[in-house]
C-alpha cells in the first residue's frame, strides 16, 4: 500500500530540531493530521501546531 504524500508550506517562521529556523512560505513534508504535526525538511524536523502551516493543494505539491 503507497502512502499519500502530504506537502506543506510554511505561514510563520519554525525552528527545526537542528535549531536552523525556516522562515515562511517553506516547503515541508508532512506527517500526522490532528492539531499537531511532524514536518520535515531535508531531514529536518519541525514539530507542527495546525496554524503554523497550509496545506498545498496535490497538483501544486510537485515541485
Not at 13 to 39: E, H
Request: charged share 15%.
Amino acid at each position: 500500500m503507497a502512502l499519500s504524500r502530504r506537502i506543506g508550506t510554511l505561514l510563520v517562521a519554525v525552528s527545526g530540531l537542528s535549531g536552523q529556523t525556516y522562515p515562511v512560505g517553506t516547503r515541508v513534508a508532512i506527517r500526522g493530521t490532528g492539531g499537531s504535526v511532524d514536518g520535515f525538511v531535508d531531514g529536518d524536523w519541525l514539530p507542527l501546531a495546525w496554524w503554523e502551516f497550509a496545506d498545498v493543494p496535490v497538483e501544486d505539491g510537485a515541485a
